[in-house]
């Protein structure tokens, strides 16, 4: 099996512009949905358990539920969602350690103070 692209900003961008195409594109899919429903219940009616599917009437609704498969993710794409579990949030930035510069310096050191990589001191 393959794996799916990761959520990003282009796959977000990309589901938005499929979104985006129109209304019509949406509705047509809805409908081939419903279609594809109704077929496979009137191919698949209420069956015992030990009655016998017929070959032809097996394969017809595994093409069926394929078909349906594929348009309820085409108006997945249409609504601009993503995969369940495929949004992760951003990781955090590292915050910076929470050291806190001496103020108790002699007025000879407070020159030479912040050094380098150092938090800097308010000026008092």
């Known amino acids: 099996m393959f794996a799916l692209p990761a959520f990003t900003a282009a796959t977000a961008a990309a589901a938005k512009s499929h979104a985006s195409r129109g209304r019509s594109e949406l509705k ?3 409908a081939l949905l ?3 429903y109704d077929a496979s219940l009137a191919i698949c009616p209420a069956l015992s358990l030990g ?3 017929p070959r032809d009437d097996a394969l017809a609704l595994a093409s069926l539920l394929k078909s349906w498969d594929t ?9 601009g969602k993503p995969l369940p579990g495929s949004r992760r949030p951003a990781a955090e930035p590292a915050r910076p350690a929470k050291c ?3 103020r108790n310096l002699p007025p000879s050191l407070r020159l030479q103070w912040p050094m380098a990589g ?3 001191l308010n000026a008092a």
Not at 71 to 79: D, G, H, W
Request: net charge positive; glycine share 0%; proline share 8%.
């Open 51 to 53: 009655e016998e599917f």
């Open 28 to 30: 047509q899919a809805l």
């Open 118 to 120: 150092s938090p800097k």
């Open 100 to 102: 806190a510069a001496p």
């Open 34 to 36: 419903d279609l594809t």
């Open 71 to 79: 348009i309820s993710n085409r108006v997945r794409i249409q609504r």
